[in-house]
T-cell receptor, first 115, second 113 residues
């Protein structure tokens, strides 16, 4: 079955530690995205990538970093510079332009709690 | 700037009754409009979209949405609610196929037996 796999589903870390969230897709999609979800705030875009070895900042990129070394993989690192990292993180992918009509396919999410 | 608003944090409806979840948008040019559903501690699932054509769009699980250009709205509807429809619903908009998707803040739908 094709889809997006995020791991781990739950993650606990101490304040000041960097953590990396994994996102893998086997849909052969060009574009991948990372969103952050907080209660009452909807989804906010952190980073996105439309092609391998290229990515762009979203609306809330500060304190995060990403890489896109392979089409299938788009890991997100939450650094110690992120002031309030506790959140639910969602990875998504899409076919991308020119065929893209906007439909995103989401992973099951990773819940990060910083103690 | 493009934006989307979901004016209700929560909608309560009895099972078997019709439901409506509201969404209004602001975007220049032709909007691409979407509805997604999220069950607890899960990712979002695509329900339906409007790109062009018929203003009434049918989607998954018996949901439909009506695009109203004059009112800049894209309300989600279902004729008969099920308890299993209880979830968080997100409306999203983008301007054509060149912009990123912008999500609303979500509306929690609670269907009571």
């Amino acid at each position: 079955d094709g889809g997006i796999t995020q791991s781990p589903k739950y993650l606990f870390r101490k304040e000041g530690q960097n953590v990396t969230l994994s996102c893998e897709q086997n849909l052969n999609h060009d574009a991948m995205y990372w969103y952050r979800q907080d209660p009452g705030q909807g989804l906010r875009l952190i980073y996105y990538s439309q092609i391998v070895n290229d990515f762009q900042k979203g609306d809330i990129a500060e304190g995060y970093s990403v890489s896109r070394e392979k089409k299938e993989s788009f890991p997100l690192t939450v650094t110690s510079a992120q002031k309030n990292p506790t959140a639910f993180y969602l990875c998504a992918s899409s076919i991308d332009l020119p065929r893209d009509t906007g439909e995103l396919f989401f992973g099951e999410g990773s819940r990060l709690t910083v103690l | 700037a493009q934006s989307v608003a979901q004016p209700e944090d929560q909608v309560n409806v009895a099972e078997g009754n019709p439901l409506t979840v509201k969404c209004t948008y602001s975007v220049s040019g032709n909007p691409y409009l979407f509805w997604y559903v999220q069950y607890p501690n899960r990712g979002l699932q695509f329900l339906l979209k409007y790109i062009t054509g018929d203003n009434l769009v049918k989607g998954s699980y018996g949901f439909e949405a009506e695009f109203n250009k004059s009112q800049t709205s894209f309300h989600l509807k279902k004729p008969s609610a099920l308890v299993s429809d209880s979830a968080l619903y997100f409306c999203a908009v983008k301007r054509g196929n060149t912009d990123k998707l912008i999500f609303g803040t979500g509306t929690r739908l609670q269907v009571f037996p």
